[in-house]
């Protein structure tokens, strides 16, 4: 893929970098309004209108191995531009897919944002900063499978250019076109496995900044057995 070598860069600078301590102090969101709903109308895009979530620091403890290997999990993403359903791919991804549902199953990812899209390229999300510099407090490794593509469809984790291969903390990423042109470093996760309409209108907000036109809220990420 032409500039793919500008694409890994941006993946590397658009996650966080684990501190020595790896220990800061929750906080909570605050979406303001006195009623707490913070949606309006929907956009020309198909997107409700949403307010953006303001950033939280947080530190968890590194989960415990609970996933089997092989077992059969969704992931449900639901967004303020509709939602779409991630197969976990906990076969070849164990550990990563073990991070990702304890992750999930906390909450984490509610209220989060989509805080990079490069239209043709990914989207990003799972900062909860905003910034791209955000993390869950801990970190996991796993090598990715030597032969991973990052094509349409597939879901990886974020890392700082100073990691290792497989290191992540909590952003993932969409792969939105055919080949992404990335080099197997990126920890996988999984696949969209339906709506990957939704997937491509959250695409078309990018701009030149790599920044939605609107905020895109990740409402709930949901995860059931199957």
Known sequence: ????????????????????LGVVAAILISRGGGDGDSTTASSDSGCRQVEAPQSKSVSFKAPKQTVK???????????????F??????????????SFVFLSREGFYD????????????IQGGDPLGSGTGGPGYSVDE??????????????????AAEPPGRSGSQFF???????????????????????????RIGELGNQEEKPSQTVLIEKISIAKG
């Open 143 to 160: 090598t990715p499978p030597a032969n991973l593509a990052y094509t349409k469809g597939v879901v990886a984790m974020a890392k700082s």
């Open 85 to 98: 359903k991630m197969a976990l791919d906990s076969q070849r991804a164990p550990k990563t897919v073990n």
């Open 1 to 20: 893929m032409e500039g793919s070598q500008e694409r890994t860069k941006w993946i590397a600078l658009g996650v966080f970098a684990l501190t020595a």
């Open 174 to 200: 969409v792969v939105l076109n055919a080949d992404a042109g990335l080099p197997p470093e990126y920890a996988l996760v999984g696949r969209v496995s339906s709506g990957f309409a939704v997937v491509e």
């Open 111 to 122: 209220g989060l944002t989509f805080h990079r899209v490069v239209p043709g390229f990914v």
């Open 69 to 83: 290997k092989g077992e059969k999990l969704t992931a449900n993403v639901e967004t303020s531009c509709g939602s």
